[in-house]
């Protein structure tokens, strides 16, 4: 059974940072490409950031370059998303994805219908 736990949300001013972790098990997790998505109440579920198999290759919303950065562990089998300078439209669920994959190791998913297993969310609110 895959599981992905998310972590790391939070109530934050802005201008701060957060770092969300993701914990993925019941999956080759060396074999998964992972994206960050988020989702904002009467918005669609749209891409932060995506990671490769390999973690060679990366991808950025442009609302988020330069301030996020995404990063994965193989052999922790975690993918972490360092949030900086975050902003009030930052506010939003934010949901990690995996995606099984054996022959397409160093490609970026940005599409949420790519992905076959999500985490439960983390709420993430940026607010002075």
């Known amino acids: 059974q895959v599981q992905l736990v998310e972590s790391g949300g939070g109530l934050v001013h802005p201008g701060s940072s957060l770092r969300l972790s993701c914990a993925v098990s019941g999956v080759t997790f060396s074999l998964c490409a992972m994206g960050w998505f988020r989702q904002a109440p009467g918005k669609e579920r749209e891409i932060v950031a995506a990671?490769?198999?390999?973690?060679?290759?990366?991808y950025y919303a442009d609302s988020v370059k330069g301030r996020f950065t995404i990063s994965r562990d193989n052999a922790k089998n975690t993918v972490k998303l360092q949030m900086n300078s975050l902003e009030p439209e930052d506010t939003a669920v934010y949901f990690c994805?995996?995606?099984?994959?054996?022959?397409?190791?160093?490609?970026?998913?940005?599409?949420?219908?790519?992905?076959?297993?999500w985490g439960q969310g983390t709420q993430v609110t940026v607010s002075s």
């Open positions: 990671i490769s198999a390999t973690g060679t290759r990366t």
């Open positions: 994805a995996a995606r099984s994959t054996t022959n397409s190791i160093f490609t970026v998913y940005t599409d949420p219908k790519q992905y076959n297993n």
